[in-house]
């Protein structure tokens, strides 16, 4: 019996005004990724807009719409089409009122297997995202795919192993991160470099203690004060970077993965085996203090 692979593509772009065009570039990009052999691709956060997060607009609640809804209805089609799965960052409007940061998820026949909706909500300079986006209230999810069962998170979910551990406990055979993030214009290098590489590692991280892939794919381009660092990367079952997208340029990339190799790390460093499971129940706390 020969190894199980996995082809897995990303789709890292800049993002316009024009609604029309950012959803006509991901089509494009996912047709491109489909043509180098991508059986998965997934999609940067909110890739239908610019990241209107980084003000505190009530007209940008216009954006939003149902999912499913158009968004899922176009995508759906190509899906099957190019048998693909794809991994869409949305945002969702849920009732009046209430909005959610969810990404779908389309199997290759075209069926929607169900939304994950973004827990951990940033509140920084430049990320105002609480005005917008309720937390997310369905758990954490897996679908089961027709290429691989896959776990969804959504970028601020990229810092806490609490989220990958359960994903991953969950059944989860590798993570994808759409996300959103950038480097504010007025940064120096010095800083700059800092927080990539602190993003990436504490991803990387995830791979290492869950023994899963790790897929992460972001925008690039200058948006207002922002520019986002696109370095989309995609590490093995064990942390390795397998491949890192530039921090400027458009990037389509596909990379295959040996699903086998969760098993062989799993096996050889067993972090899931001896994981302490009685002693862990302090971490339900905020903080651990006398109150």
Known sequence: MGKRTVKVGLVQTS???NLAENMSKAISGIR???????????????????????????????????IPGP?????APLAKELGVVIVASLFEKRAEGL???TTAVLDADGSYL???????????????????????DMGYKVFKTKFATIGVLICWDQWYPEAAR????????????????????????????????????????????????????????????MKFWGGSFVTNA????????????????????????SDRYRTHWPFLRDRRIDSYSPILKRFIDED
């Open 71 to 75: 968004s899922t209805d176009a995508l």
């Open 99 to 101: 909005y959610h940061n």
């Open 166 to 225: 359960i994903t991953s406990l969950m059944g989860a055979e590798m993570l994808f991160y759409p996300t959103a993030i950038g480097w504010n214009i007025a940064q120096d290098e010095a800083t700059n470099s800092e927080q990539y590489q602190a993003w990436q590692t504490i991803q990387r991280s995830h791979a290492v203690a869950n023994g899963v892939p790790v897929v992460s794919v972001n925008r690039v381009g200058f948006e207002g004060d």
């Open 114 to 136: 169900g939304k994950y909706r973004k827990m951990h909500i940033p509140d920084d300079p430049g990320y105002y995202e609480k005005f917008y986006f309720t937390p997310g």
């Open 32 to 66: 491109e990724a489909a043509a180098k052999g991508a059986q998965i691709v997934c999609l940067q956060e909110l890739f239908r807009s610019l990241y209107f997060c980084d003000v505190e607009d009530h007209d940008n609640f216009k954006l939003a719409e149902s």
């Open 15 to 17: 993002c316009s005004s």
């Open 238 to 261: 064990f942390g390795r970077v397998l491949f890192q997208a530039d921090h400027e340029k458009e990037t389509i990339h596909v990379q295959e993965l040996d699903m086998d190799n």
